[in-house]
């Protein structure tokens, strides 16, 4: 057990809809990450959170965004679902701002599937 | 840019034997930090290791052992008496610089371990 939480396990919607994924880093973690895998693109990184702001950002679409709250959990929005954002859902979080500095630790993902 | 090479897609072996995942990387940095994660059938991503690229001491936990070689910008797995429960996707991956925020994976390598 990596201590980072992700809701819902399973998700399956329609095309046109929007769906939020959820994440609770470890305890003390201050850096959140986004992580999308398929089958095609393999693991991209999407966005990154430090402490309730925006670092960074990789290939994330227009139609999705996130966000991190005082609490520190996580939450990654998708809208307008295609079937081509069918893939597995990854938050991962660390202490540090940087991805180096420590290690990173993977929640357990979250399956979407566009039907 | 940054780029994670594992050109070993699928490797099968019989229980006990050693095997080795290669990974290659590139980046222009002289800072930067590798890390290994498996992923078993149930989805999740398990942190194996992190290096950074001022540490070329080769490190075991248990059966595990990692050869990095700066020299050919590689840093091996060796998994020693490979046990069926080590089948799984091997991923490895970079993160550039000192305040580098993402972390790039290579394409993974899936061991079969049978018995």
């Known amino acids: 057990d990596s201590g980072v939480t992700q809701t819902p396990k399973h998700l399956i919607t329609a095309t046109g809809q929007r769906v939020t994924l959820r994440c609770s880093p470890r305890s003390g973690d201050l850096s959140v990450y986004w992580y999308q895998q398929s089958l095609d693109q393999g693991l991209q990184f999407l966005i990154q959170?430090?402490?309730?702001?925006?670092?960074a950002k990789g290939n994330i679409l227009e139609r999705f965004s996130a966000q991190q709250f005082p609490d520190l959990h996580s939450e990654l929005n998708l809208s307008s679902l295609e079937l081509g954002d069918s893939a597995l859902y990854f938050c991962?979080?660390?202490?540090?701002?940087?991805?180096?500095?420590?290690?990173?630790?993977f929640g357990e993902g979250s399956w979407l599937t566009v039907v | 840019a940054q780029k994670v090479t594992q050109a070993q897609t699928e490797i099968s072996v019989v229980e006990k034997e050693d095997v080795t995942l290669d990974c290659v990387y590139e980046t222009r940095d002289t800072t930067y930090y590798l890390f290994w994660y498996k992923q078993p059938p149930s989805g999740e991503l398990v942190f194996l290791i992190r290096r950074n690229s001022f540490d070329e001491q080769n490190e075991i936990s248990g059966r595990y052992s990692w050869n990095f070689q700066k020299s050919t910008s590689s840093f091996n797995f060796t998994i020693t008496a490979s046990q069926v429960v080590d089948s799984a996707v091997y991923f490895c991956a970079l993160s550039e610089g000192e305040r580098g925020n993402k972390l790039v994976f290579g394409a993974g390598t899936i061991l079969r371990v049978k018995s």
């Open positions: 991962a979080s660390s202490v540090a701002s940087w991805a180096g500095r420590n290690a990173i630790y």
């Open positions: 959170y430090y402490n309730g702001e925006e670092r």
